[in-house]
């Protein structure tokens, strides 16, 4: 059974840090992994995708890693600004269903 | 290009009662799936549609049961209302071209009230 873990719980940092967030699997039997960033009472907006078969993706200033063999995902955020203050959220798809961790809740102090 | 829409945004229900939420796909998307999101969890998997099946269900009872329509937009219901189905409904459609291997996009959500 596929178990979905994200550590920190929660992160407060200055303005301006670099900082990742992490994500762990049970699993290694994945079709992909995505992580997602949530505000408060909405939908789940896509930042990257990651096929089983690739090790990494960046987007801006998002990069993020992928290592099936010891079950881990790392998001790496540059330069973090106040906007960037949401819940992250990572999922692994495998076996037709989608398994969400609990999200890490992200705030960034201007 | 349109986005995944919900509706209702908001409802509120009491115990006992059905409930019937409304997902429209993104344009090009085949495959569709629901969620359940509690206060302060993560999504948790209902089910997916693709082409109109049902092909992957999680751990909820039968009394959540989904359709989804030829022009891919799809219904979750849920019957026999408890409090504990108080939570934002998720949907998300894909562009599925291999199993399982499209990014998931996700509508805004329907907050469910359950009294």
């Known amino acids: 059974k596929q178990e979905v873990t994200q550590i920190p719980a929660a992160l407060s940092v200055p303005e301006g840090e670099n900082l990742v967030l992490n994500c762990s699997f049970t699993?290694?039997?994945?079709?992909?992994l995505q992580w997602f960033r949530q505000d408060p009472g909405k939908g789940l907006t896509s930042l990257l995708l990651?096929?089983?078969?690739?090790r990494e993706q960046t987007s801006g200033r998002l990069n993020a890693s992928l290592d099936k063999s010891s079950g881990r995902s790392t998001l790496y955020i540059a330069a973090s600004q106040p906007g960037d203050s949401a819940t992250y959220l990572c999922?692994?798809?495998?076996?037709?269903?989608?398994?969400f961790g609990a999200g890490t809740r992200l705030f960034v102090k201007a | 290009e349109t986005g995944v829409t919900q509706s209702p945004t908001h409802l509120i229900k009491t115990r006992g009662q059905q409930v019937t939420l409304r997902c429209s796909s993104q344009?090009?998307?085949?495959?569709v799936s629901w969620y359940q999101q509690a206060l302060g969890q993560g999504p948790q998997f209902i089910f997916q549609?693709?082409?109109?099946?049902?092909?992957g269900r999680g751990n909820f009872p039968p009394r959540f049961s989904g359709l989804q329509f030829p022009n891919y937009s799809s219904e979750l219901n849920v019957n026999a209302l408890e409090l504990d189905d108080s939570a934002l409904y998720l949907c998300?459609?894909?562009?599925?071209?291999?199993?399982?291997?499209?990014?998931?996009?996700f509508g805004e959500g329907s907050r469910l009230t359950v009294l």
């Open positions: 699993d290694s039997a994945i079709y992909n």
């Open positions: 990651i096929q089983s078969s690739q």
């Open positions: 999922s692994i798809t495998g076996g037709f269903k989608t398994i």
């Open positions: 549609y693709y082409r109109e099946e049902e092909n």
């Open positions: 344009s090009g998307h085949n495959t």
């Open positions: 998300a459609s894909s562009p599925v071209r291999q199993k399982n291997t499209g990014e998931l996009f």
